[in-house]
């Protein structure tokens, strides 16, 4: 999820109860709740670079006490009182774990299991910046501060606000996420249901959209992937699918599978499709990976794309965030 969206969980953990634990309780809930996110630094040294170390070992469930230790100890080292380390560090947990069942949610997914296996795992229910959710948490953050500020004006004593709006802001959250998930297997299910070409699929999925109640609905068969929106509100009509030949392996997609940009991706791409076209003068081909959780082969968003020549050497590779699908 973004940022914004684990910062606020972070907030809500923290003033349903758990800032209460330790000095600085709220400040090492939300650090902690953004701390698997510290692993933004392999940006620096490129798309291809930050495919591979995002939600990396830092968003693995090993890796869960190191961050909450980490969070801890900056919250420590910036403040000026002294922390009560072991609630510290279990508060810290919860928040570390926030993020990471977050991130379980959306279709970029987590791999929870480094660095035994590199398996990636995602529900595919909600996408990576949600405005329902927003508006879930940001509505948890304005009843409060609009109630203190009522009460203010009609002269009610101080007292310490935003707990039961924080619990009502979470439940919101659960509810919403379970209510997506519901949608979600409906919209799988429909998919699956249905033959393509002629074939039944081999494997079947659903992409979230902004709206809960539509999807970007894939089938994959033998030889190709089938794209085909979902409306849950309408009767499904796999007639309006887009289908996606799978590329044969020439010598050009071989020699494109043996550079970092596409070795990197391929540790991340969960419906590859290939593409490949010759270039002007006939004596290069571009050939380009992409995944259909993000794009398709005309509006590409992750890609992976390399220059071929006729004699299989790759005199170009780079991968790339390209334009994502709306959704």
């Not at 510290?88 to 791999?111: C, E, K, P, Q």
């Not at 590199?118 to 990576?128: E, K, M, Q, Y």
């Not at 310490?160 to 919403?176: D, I, M, N």
Request: proline share 6%; net charge positive; with cysteine.
């Amino acid at each position: 999820m973004d940022n914004l969206t684990h910062s606020l969980v972070g907030l809500f953990l923290a003033r349903a109860g758990c800032r209460k634990a330790t000095a600085g309780g709220t400040a090492i809930m939300m650090l902690g709740a953004n701390a698997p996110d510290f692993d933004v630094v392999c940006w620096f040294g490129g798309a291809a670079n930050y495919i591979h170390w995002h939600r990396n070992i830092t968003h693995s469930l090993i890796a869960m006490p190191v961050m909450a230790l980490l969070t801890v100890a900056i919250v420590r080292a910036a403040g000026r009182k002294p922390v009560s380390w072991m609630p510290a560090f279990l508060i810290a947990m919860v928040a570390v774990a926030s993020h990471l069942l977050l991130d379980l949610t959306n279709v970029y997914g987590v791999r929870l299991l480094l660095p035994f296996s590199g398996r990636w795992f995602h529900l595919d229910t909600t996408p990576v910046v949600d405005l329902a959710i927003w508006a879930i948490l940001l509505l948890g953050v304005a009843a409060p501060a609009l109630g203190k500020l009522v009460g203010g004006e009609i002269g009610e004593r101080r007292r310490e606000v935003g707990g039961g709006w924080a619990v009502t802001a979470l439940l919101l959250l659960v509810s919403y996420d379970y209510g997506r998930s519901v949608a979600h297997d409906r919209a799988v299910a429909e998919v699956d249901a249905r033959q393509y070409n002629g074939l039944a699929p081999r494997r079947s999925g659903a992409f979230p959209q902004a709206n809960p109640l539509t999807w970007m609905g894939v089938a994959e068969l033998s030889n190709a992937y089938v794209m085909v929106p979902v409306d849950l509100r309408n009767d499904f009509r796999p007639e309006d699918g887009t289908t996606f030949y799978k590329a044969e392996r020439t010598a050009a997609i071989e020699a494109a599978l043996v550079t970092f940009p596409f070795q990197k991706f391929l540790e991340f791409v969960q419906y590859p499709i290939w593409v490949t076209e010759p270039l002007p003068g006939g004596k290069s081909t571009l050939v380009r990976l992409v995944d259909l959780r993000f794009g398709t082969p005309y509006a590409p968003g992750f890609a992976a794309t390399a220059t071929v020549t006729e004699r299989g050497v790759v005199t170009d590779s780079s991968f790339s965030f390209g334009t994502p699908r709306p959704r």
